[in-house]
């Protein structure tokens, strides 16, 4: 079945610092891939996506590329900030499967101190 | 206006106790779905629903009945609620299976 495996956290980094989240998966089809993320006390937002091999997606300055070769989609960010505190969630929706659902890693907890 | 709102956004409540969580879509979405939030943060599927029809079961325990009375809204009953069933429970929507937009959430809590 589908999987989704991202770094475990948690990780602390100075604001300014540089991030990579590595997040890999197993799909059957040909999936969709997504970062959501979850600020303290709230649901999720996506954060950005990609639907096919070398896309990259991007938003708030983070970006992942769609990576099929190495069946991958690490999000970086070249400088963070206090405010990118938050729990960030490597999904993918299999576009070839009949099932309507996301799966989901096991989410990264990143602290970004001043 | 929210996109996807859940009400309550909290519940406590006791063993054995039956409630429900609503949620509503004004995104005009044919997909719906509840998710469930463990106390390590994982994500986990519970129930899809496509155009009001049940498309995923994730071996859910029954006491849990998802009800989807039409396309903008899909309910979660819980009968006999046990001390595990305490976490996060999130509603979703999507157009088919690209990107998911989730609701606020409902921490419940069985005391």
């Known amino acids: 079945g589908d999987s989704v495996t991202q770094m475990e956290g948690p990780v602390t980094l100075s604001e300014e610092a540089f991030l990579t989240i590595n997040c890999t998966y197993t799909?059957?089809?040909?999936?969709?891939l997504f970062w959501y993320v979850q600020y303290p006390g709230e649901g999720l937002q996506l954060l950005l996506k990609a639907t096919k091999a070398d896309d990259k997606g991007s938003n708030k300055g983070f970006e992942a590329t769609y990576r099929k070769e190495t069946t991958s989609f690490h999000l970086e960010k070249g400088s963070v900030q206090v405010s990118d505190s938050a729990v960030y969630f490597c999904?993918?929706?299999?576009?070839?499967?009949?099932?309507?659902?996301?799966?989901f890693g096991k989410g990264t907890l990143l602290t970004v101190n001043p | 206006d929210t996109a996807v709102s859940q009400t309550p956004k909290y519940l406590v409540t006791q063993m054995g106790n039956d409630k429900s969580i609503k949620c509503e879509q004004n995104?005009?979405?044919?997909?719906m779905y509840w998710y469930k939030q463990d106390s390590k943060k994982f994500l986990k599927i519970m129930f899809s629903y496509n155009n009001k029809e049940l498309i995923i079961n994730e071996t859910v325990p029954n006491r849990f009945s998802p009800k989807s009375p039409d396309k903008a809204h899909l309910n979660l009953h819980i009968n006999s609620l046990e001390l595990g069933d305490s976490a996060v429970y999130f509603c979703?929507?999507?157009?088919?299976?690209?990107?998911?937009?989730f609701g606020q959430g409902t921490r419940l809590t069985v005391v």
């Open positions: 979703a929507s999507s157009r088919g299976r690209i990107e998911a937009f």
């Open positions: 999904a993918l929706s299999d576009q070839g499967g009949s099932n309507y659902k996301l799966t």
């Open positions: 995104l005009g979405h044919d997909t």
């Open positions: 799909a059957t089809g040909y999936p969709s």
